[in-house]
């Protein structure tokens, strides 16, 4: 495992190392332990789109971990302007152990991660977002207790509703990798990518989960234990922002599609939201909503992730 950029590329093994390593990592820092497994390492974090979990969460991992994180904006990196994108990789992985890349297109990061001696971490492109559904199926098991023996996520339902996007791309891979069905609702036109939802598809076969993609927000809601929403209008489909509210409308997770879902479902959401939009304010800062352990625990799990490929 040189780089992380989809889940899908990863064993379920693998993931089940990151998973239990950032348990680990969790509890270590909770009981104010000592876990410098990075010392003297650093990463070189390039940011093409705007990022607070995932800047904030890596940077601070690295440092936690006694190493050290940078930070490279599009205005001064010029990825592919300024530089061409493996002169950069090459450039970086002579100063640093690591590069994380937050970018638009997907085959920026494939292409970086060619060129680069050291590994490559996705921090989201239009296609996944692999670090975020990592510790969403993280949070789904520390939420509902399942850990250890109790780890089988089959009988629960987790419930996708919204736009299928980067984020419902990774969260495909996860809950396959680990074993978790999933329900997934989006508006007609707003399918996950074909080649995606094959080899998801592909992966849930080997796990035995099942993946099921829907056009009715009802249907998915019904009785589900975790539902789980992402804004409509992602960085970068700005224009697009006006026809999304109308097509997305009956997407919206409010008080009366909640009352579909059992009684202690979870709600969760990678952030930030569209208050409103996709989500309202009764919802989000209701009992059920989980979305800043979800992320509190980017930081747990991106330690994890850099340790595995950093030490
Ligand atoms: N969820 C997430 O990746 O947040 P940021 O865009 O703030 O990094
Ligand atoms: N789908 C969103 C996720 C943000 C973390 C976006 O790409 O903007």
């Known amino acids: 495992m040189k780089d992380l950029i989809s889940i899908h590329d990863l064993t379920s093994l693998q993931v089940e190392e990151i998973l239990s390593l950032a348990r680990d990592l969790k509890q270590k820092q909770r009981n104010k332990e000592k876990h410098e497994y990075l010392w003297a390492k650093s990463l070189a974090m390039i940011f093409e789109k705007p990022s607070t979990r995932t800047r904030v969460s890596f940077e601070i991992g690295m440092w936690q971990l006694g190493g ?115 329900t997934i609702a989006v508006p007609v036109g707003y399918e996950p ?28 809601a019904k009785n589900a234990d975790v539902i789980y929403t992402d804004v409509w209008t992602s960085m970068g489909q700005e ?30 959401h990678c952030l930030p939201a569209h208050r409103g939009e996709e989500v309202t304010d009764e919802v989000v800062d209701s009992t059920n909503s989980v979305v800043f352990d979800q992320a509190e625990n980017r930081l747990h799990v991106q330690k994890a992730i850099l340790t595995m490929l950093l030490r």
């Open 239 to 268: 224009a697009e922002s006006k026809k999304r509210k109308a097509d997305f409308e009956k997407f919206q997770i409010n008080k009366e599609l909640v009352k579909l879902a059992k009684p202690d479902f979870i709600f969760m």
């Open 68 to 182: 050290l994180a940078i930070n490279l904006d599009q205005e001064n990196i010029g990825l592919g302007a300024r530089e061409s994108i493996g002169d950069v990789a090459k450039t970086l992985s002579r100063y640093a152990d690591g590069i994380l890349i937050r970018t638009f297109e997907h085959k920026k990061v494939i292409d970086l991660a060619k060129s680069a001696s050291v590994p490559v971490i996705n921090g989201l492109s239009d296609l996944l977002h692999p670090c975020q559904a990592l510790t969403d199926v993280f949070t789904i098991r520390e939420e509902k207790g399942l850990e250890g023996a109790k780890k089988d996520g089959k009988g629960l339902k987790v419930a996708y509703i919204g736009d299928g996007n980067n984020v419902c791309h990774s969260l495909m891979f996860a809950c396959a990798k680990v074993g978790i069905n999933l």
């Open 193 to 220: 990518d074909e080649e995606i939802v094959k080899m998801a598809f592909s992966d849930a076969k080997t796990a035995g989960i099942q993946i099921d993609i829907l056009n009715d927000p009802i249907m998915a």
